[in-house]
């Protein structure tokens, strides 16, 4: 008599899930050695922070060469992630993956004090950024690019503090007008991602910030400076979705 349970069937998943197991495993390992990096590239961006202006592009240069190497760990990710699965497997390095972003646009806006392209953000990994919505295989998702920019922001805040404290009484001034035109680009979206959109929320505080630092150097006659308030845009631009 033939048994009611077919228990090769339980095998199979077993040995499914095993490979799952694997896969993530070996997934896991493949983003630690990408946020390890991130941090080292992080130590030196720091340092920005506590040096003169003249010492920033050789700050900028020796972050580049990390770079090189999240280019190596975005291959490794790449050969690990089943076909048509990353999605799937997305959450595991999204947030390393959204803090080289900003990583990789603080450094292109201390060496040119504006925003990164998609092209140069391409540039510094190696890989597309995804701007039609429609991954086939490992490309930098538009939220992990939008995270990254919203990331620069709070820098920057802190940026214009320290400056102050060295001496530099001007970049206060050139921080504050670069958020505000950063944040009148980012009312043209219609963002539908709800961790997105909180963060976007915030940058009105990183400019308030700005704008009251700017305000006690104009005060005390340190500068001359267009302290106007942030613009309000109201538009209905492209969606963002999660």
Not at 24 to 32: C, G, Q, Y
Not at 51 to 75: E, G, M, N
Not at 173 to 197: A, C, H, M, P, T
């Amino acid at each position: 008599m033939s048994n009611a349970v077919d228990l090769g069937f339980f095998d199979a998943i077993q040995a499914s899930m095993e490979n799952e197991t694997t896969t993530k495993d070996n997934i896991r390992s493949a983003v630690r050695e990408l946020d390890r990096t991130n941090r080292n590239i992080t130590a030196v961006l720091n340092r920005v922070h506590s040096s003169s202006k003249d010492q920033v592009p050789a700050l900028c240069a020796q972050a580049r060469i990390y770079f090189s190497d999240i280019q190596i760990h975005i291959s490794d990710l790449n050969k690990l992630v089943p076909t048509h699965q990353y999605y799937k497997y997305n959450g595991l390095w999204s947030g390393p993956m959204q803090q080289a972003c900003f990583l990789a646009t603080l450094t292109m806006y201390l060496e040119h004090e504006r925003l990164i392209t998609v092209e140069e953000l391409e540039g510094f990994f190696a890989v597309k950024v995804d701007l039609d919505n429609n991954i086939t295989d490992f490309q930098i998702s538009v939220e992990e690019f939008l995270h990254g920019v919203v990331s620069l922001t709070n820098e920057l805040s802190r940026l214009a503090v320290n400056a102050v404290t060295s001496g530099d009484f001007s970049r206060p001034v050139r921080i504050g007008k670069f958020l505000k035109e950063l944040y009148s680009g980012f009312q043209l979206l219609n963002l539908k991602n709800d961790s997105l959109r909180k963060r976007f929320d915030g940058i009105k505080y990183d400019i308030k910030k700005v704008e009251e630092i700017i305000y006690d150097l104009t005060v005390r006659k340190l500068i001359v400076a267009n302290t106007e308030p942030v613009q309000e845009v109201v538009s209905t631009g492209a969606d963002v979705n999660a």
